[in-house]
């Protein structure tokens, strides 16, 4: 073998091994704080010695960032909350389906992208959070009643901007068409006791404090919140039960267009919607598993359960626009 032959071996094998290690590596960009997501890639990481590292900001700044960095990306996966974040990446152009018999047999259909961009991976309800010293359970329903005349000056909301009020919005047009759906939105609006707050915690805490008699909440609020002070004196009604169901939305993941390592990724993903990684994502977030196969955590099963809305989810990112135009007009800020 000549010098040069054997310069150019070592170059491929060199090359060849460059390629396997990168392999051994998957890059996450998540909207999810780094103690809520840490725990499911170490596990990973120590079940098969594939490292994933993790990037974490808001949903838009990562979006634009893998927009940006094109067929140079760094990001393999984006994970996000909400169906509607989902579907606006998959709008980007910034991910690519891919098919899985794996994700196909763990979660249903109705948290999965049809386009398979991208699949759900944890649940959580927007249900009702009432008080339990002046709302008897038996005077709650649906979220349509609390437009009605017995929540006047009793209701408390987040803000519109969030994507969580956007997403039920959505499946209010989609279940009673746009007319019946503003009535719904002008009543909560008119019947707000204050002003919108920030976020989900501080509508618990306001019912806590006697400041509204009732709210809309993400479960998993209520299940930190809950867990931090056991003798809260609020607790989550699921409405709709005689009809469509609790709003139920999701954290997802999705495969990016030009994701490094793919193949690694799609391993991921797998890992990630069976049994093990579900029980550990879902436990940590205090949400439900979107395995249905998997049960939730000791918390998250003593609010006892409930039916949910069969909707397919990516309905909350289809009518995201508008949404936003009617949370608008009724006067929801």
């Known amino acids: 073998m000549s010098a040069c032959t054997r310069l150019l071996a070592s170059i491929t094998l060199l090359a060849c091994s460059a390629l396997a290690q990168a392999a051994e590596e998957v890059v996450v960009y998540s909207s999810r704080i780094d103690e809520l997501i840490k725990p499911v890639f170490d596990a990973y990481t120590e079940r098969t010695g594939v490292k994933v590292s993790f990037i974490t900001d808001k949903e838009a700044p990562l979006m634009q960032r893998i927009k940006a960095e094109g067929e140079h990306a760094k990001a393999d996966l984006l994970l996000t909350v909400d169906a509607g974040n ?140 809950h867990k931090q002070d056991p003798s809260l004196p609020v607790k ?53 598993p979107a395995n249905p196969a998997v049960a939730p955590s000791a918390e998250v099963a003593s609010w006892g359960t409930f039916k949910a809305d069969t909707l397919p989810v990516e309905v909350a990112g289809r009518r995201q626009a508008e949404a936003i135009r009617m949370m608008d007009r009724a006067g929801w800020n």
């Open 236 to 288: 989550l009604f699921w409405p709709n039960q005689a009809d469509r169901g609790v709003h139920v939305n999701l954290s997802g993941i999705g495969l990016t267009r030009h994701a490094p390592h793919p193949e690694a990724a799609k391993a991921l993903v797998e890992w990630m919607t069976g049994a093990e990684a579900q029980a550990i994502f879902a436990g940590v977030n205090q949400e439900f």
């Open 86 to 225: 989902l579907w606006q990446a998959e709008q980007m152009g910034i991910l690519q389906p891919f098919d899985s018999k794996v994700v196909d047999a763990n979660i249903p259909p109705q948290y999965r992208a049809a386009s398979h961009a991208w699949t759900g991976l944890s649940l959580r309800a927007r249900t009702i959070a009432y008080s339990t010293e002046r709302v008897q359970p038996a005077e709650l329903s649906t979220y349509e009643a609390l437009a009605g005349k017995p929540w006047e000056g009793r209701l408390c909301l987040r803000t519109a901007k969030k994507v969580y009020n956007q997403s039920l919005t959505a499946t209010l047009i989609e279940t009673h068409g746009a007319e019946q759906a503003e009535q719904v939105l002008k009543g909560w609006v008119n019947n707000l006791s204050t002003d919108v707050f920030s976020d989900d915690i501080a509508v618990l805490q306001a019912i806590a404090a006697g400041q509204c008699d009732v709210g809309i909440v993400n479960s998993y609020y209520y299940g930190r919140l």
